[in-house]
C-alpha cells in the first residue's frame, strides 16, 4: 500500500487544535469531582453530611467516572476503528459536555452518580480516538512534540478549571452553575462532526480492514495479544496511582481548610495543575532523550517517591505544601505524556485507536476498585487521608517491574507499524 497523502499544514494544525480543545474539557470533567464533591455532599445531604460520608461518595462518584470511562473508551475507540477517528471524536465530546451540564438539574446525590457514569462514556472515548487521529496526522520526527501537546490538554483543563474556581468559589451553596457551564463544548463537538478532517491514515486502511479480523478480536491473538496485555498494564498503573492516591490530595484540602479558607482547595488544585500540565507535556520529550523503557521506569520511581512525601511529611495549610503538590503534579503526569507518544507506536493503523483505547481505560475498571478500596481504607485508617494517600502510592512501584517487559519502539517511525 502506497503511504496515504498528508494533510496540508493548516488542516494538521487545526486538527491539533481540535484534540487538545477535547482533551481540556476532557480535563475539567475529571477535575470536577475532586473540586465539587464535598461541597455537593454538603448541599445534597443537609445535616447528615459528615467527611466520612463525604469522602464515600467522592469513591463513588470518581468510580462512576472510572467505570463510564472504561466502557467509554474502549466502545468509542471501536468506534474510531469502524466509522473515523472524527466522528467518534465528535460523539464522544457531545456525550461528556450534555451529561455535564444535566447536572445542573441534579437534585439527589444517586441522579449525580448516574450522571457521571454517563459522562464518563465521552471522558473515556476522547483520548483514543483524539490520540490515534493526532499521531497519524503528525506522523514523523515533531510526534514527541505532538504527544505532548495531547498529554498535556487533559492537565491545562483541570488547571483552568482551578482558576475559574479561584475567582468563583465553590461552595455547598453555589456548584450548580459550574455544571451549566461544562454544556459549552458540545459546540467543539458539532464543529468537529461536521468539518474537522479525517485522518488520512485511517482512510487509506478502510479496504484492508474489511478483510481483517474485527479490531477487538485480533488484539487477543497472537502476534498482537501479548503486546495488549503489555500495554493494559502500562496504561492503568498511572492511572489508578492517580484516582485512587493523588486525587485525594484535593478532598484532604478541602477538609482541613474549607471551612476557614473557600479557595484553599482550589489553590490545591491549582498548583497541581500547573505542574501536571508541564509534567505531561515533557514526558514525551523525556521518552524521546531516554528512551521509552527507562523513562517509564524513572516516572514510576520517583512518583512513588514524591507522592508518599505528600501525604507522609506534609499536610494542608503547612507551608511545603503547595510546593510538594505541584512537584507531585509534575512527575506524576510524565507518564500522560510518555503514553500518547508510546502507545500508538504498538499497534498497527487498522486497530490502532480500539489498542490504545483499551490499554488507557482497561485501567478505569482496575482504577474503579481502587478508588473503592481507598473508600474502605478511609474507614479501616479511621478517616486518615495520610495512610491512606501513602499506602496506594506503592502501586507505582509496579510500574518499574512491568516495563522491562515492554518493547523498546525508540527511533521508530508510526507509519513502520501502519
Excluded at 474556581?165 to 451553596?173: D, F, G, K, L, Q
Excluded at 451549566?180 to 468537529?192: H, T, V, Y
Excluded at 531516554?290 to 517509564?296: I, K, T
Aim: glycine letters at 12%; hydrophobic letters at 55%; one cysteine or more.
Amino acid at each position: 500500500m502506497s503511504p496515504p497523502a498528508a494533510l496540508p499544514p493548516a488542516a494538521r494544525m487545526t486538527v491539533l487544535c481540535a484534540v487538545f480543545a477535547g482533551l481540556l474539557f476532557d480535563g475539567v470533567e475529571l477535575g470536577l469531582m475532586p473540586l465539587c464533591s464535598f461541597s455537593i455532599s454538603r448541599d445534597l445531604l443537609g445535616p447528615q453530611f459528615n467527611d466520612a460520608i463525604a469522602g464515600d461518595w467522592f469513591a463513588r462518584f470518581t468510580a462512576a467516572l472510572m467505570l463510564g470511562a472504561a466502557v467509554g473508551g474502549i466502545w468509542f475507540g471501536h468506534l474510531g476503528d469502524r466509522i473515523g477517528r472524527t466522528r467518534a471524536l465528535g460523539l464522544s465530546i457531545l456525550f461528556y459536555s450534555l451529561f455535564a451540564g444535566a447536572g445542573y438539574f441534579a437534585t439527589s446525590l444517586n441522579q449525580m452518580l448516574f450522571l457521571r457514569f454517563l459522562v464518563g462514556l465521552g471522558v473515556g472515548g476522547v483520548w483514543p480516538n483524539g490520540v490515534a487521529l493526532a499521531s497519524e496526522c503528525w506522523p514523523g520526527a515533531s510526534r514527541p512534540t505532538v504527544a505532548g501537546i495531547v498529554g498535556a490538554g487533559i492537565n491545562v483543563g483541570i488547571l483552568l478549571l482551578s482558576q475559574v474556581a479561584r475567582i468563583w468559589h465553590v461552595t455547598p451553596e453555589s456548584w450548580r452553575w459550574l455544571f451549566a457551564w461544562s454544556a459549552l463544548p458540545a459546540l467543539l463537538g458539532f464543529f468537529i462532526l461536521a468539518l474537522l478532517p479525517e485522518s488520512p491514515q485511517w482512510l487509506a486502511s478502510r479496504a484492508l480492514a474489511k478483510a481483517a479480523a474485527p479490531p477487538l478480536r485480533e488484539l487477543f491473538r497472537p502476534p498482537l495479544s501479548r503486546i495488549t496485555l503489555i500495554a493494559i498494564a502500562l496504561g492503568s498503573i498511572p492511572m489508578v496511582g492517580a484516582w485512587a492516591a493523588s486525587k485525594w490530595m484535593i478532598p484532604w484540602a478541602d477538609s482541613v481548610g474549607g471551612s476557614s479558607q473557600p479557595g484553599y482547595k482550589a489553590s490545591t488544585q491549582g498548583f497541581w495543575a500547573v505542574g501536571a500540565a508541564l509534567g505531561s507535556f515533557f514526558g514525551a520529550q523525556m521518552a524521546s532523550l531516554v528512551g521509552r523503557r527507562l523513562a517509564y521506569f524513572l516516572i514510576s520511581f520517583f512518583t512513588a517517591a514524591i507522592t508518599c512525601g505528600v501525604f507522609l511529611f506534609s499536610a494542608p495549610l503547612h507551608p511545603s505544601f503547595f510546593p510538594l503538590v505541584f512537584c507531585q503534579g509534575f512527575v506524576a503526569t510524565l507518564f500522560f505524556g510518555w503514553l500518547p507518544l508510546y502507545l500508538p507506536e504498538l499497534f498497527p493503523t487498522r486497530v490502532r485507536a480500539t489498542g490504545t483505547g483499551i490499554a488507557y481505560n482497561v485501567g478505569r475498571f482496575v482504577t474503579a476498585l481502587g478508588v473503592f478500596a481507598a473508600g474502605a481504607l478511609m474507614s479501616l485508617f479511621g478517616g486518615s487521608f495520610r495512610k491512606v494517600g501513602a499506602v496506594l502510592a506503592l502501586v507505582y512501584v509496579l510500574g518499574m517491574v512491568v516495563i522491562w517487559w515492554a518493547p523498546e519502539t525508540t527511533g521508530n517511525s508510526i507509519e513502520e507499524n501502519g
